[in-house]
């Protein structure tokens, strides 16, 4: 197939982590962005999981590695290693159960105190195709985003609906900081900001369902 490379062969290597309470559907975000495959059966996920897909952005194979965790409590003393090295986070919540949308604040304060400030965090509202069941409103949703200063996104893993863009614009955005960086210190890359050999990243400016909202840039 033209264009193909071997699965180690990458240019830059992010780690992305995924958080939000059990059952919202985080492991089906991570099996449609990397396999295409949704599971209505999916169990809980017990202890940690990750994968990776490539993307090809401006030229550069971008690996994205994808780390997913139960959201039981009992599970918690994993948190610092689970956090280490990630320089992405997609926090999820379903957009018909409101008691998970009111536990995101408490993820969101996890995530900083384990992470580097500069980290790229989007807020999911997953779950989008159930929407008489709906129980947390789009607008609630990017308010508490706008609040955070976090982008925002409604997606759907059933029907395939901004799964792929929202992971795609977490890491063009992981990208544009990356780069700035390594162009401000007069180098190739940041490596202290990236686990692994590479460091950069750049989607198409085409995400017309995310709010644009001031992140991270600074």
């Known amino acids: 197939m033209a264009g193909y490379r071997a699965d ?3 240019d830059y290597l992010f780690k ?3 958080i939000g309470d059990s059952g919202v559907g985080k492991s089906n975000l991570l099996s449609r962005f990397t396999k295409n495959e949704f599971n209505l059966e999916s ?6 999981e990750f994968a990776t897909r490539s993307l090809n952005i401006d030229g550069k194979v971008i690996k994205a590695q994808i780390w997913d965790t139960a959201g039981q409590e009992r599970y918690r003393a994993i948190t610092s290693a689970y956090y280490r090295g990630a320089v992405g986070a997609l926090l999820v919540y379903d957009v018909t159960r409101h008691a998970t949308f009111e536990n995101v604040e408490r ?10 400030p500069n980290i790229v965090v989007m807020l999911i509202g997953n779950k989008s195709d159930l929407r008489h069941l709906v ?4 607008e609630d949703g990017k308010a508490f985003a706008e609040k955070e200063s976090l982008y925002f996104m409604e997606t759907s893993a059933l029907e395939a609906t901004n799964v792929d863009k929202a992971f795609a614009e977490v890491l063009s955005q992981i990208y544009r900081i990356v780069s700035k960086k390594a162009m401000e210190s007069g180098d190739d890359g940041a490596a202290s900001a990236v686990p692994g050999k590479g460091e950069s990243i750049n989607v198409k400016d085409d995400v ?3 709010k644009r909202i001031s992140c991270c840039s600074s």
């Open 208 to 210: 017309s369902a995310l």
């Open 107 to 116: 993820w969101l304060r996890e995530l900083r105190n384990h992470t580097d």
């Open 8 to 10: 180690d062969d990458y």
């Open 16 to 18: 992305l982590v995924l």
């Open 135 to 138: 129980a947390v409103s789009t």
């Open 43 to 48: 169990k809980s996920t017990i202890g940690v």
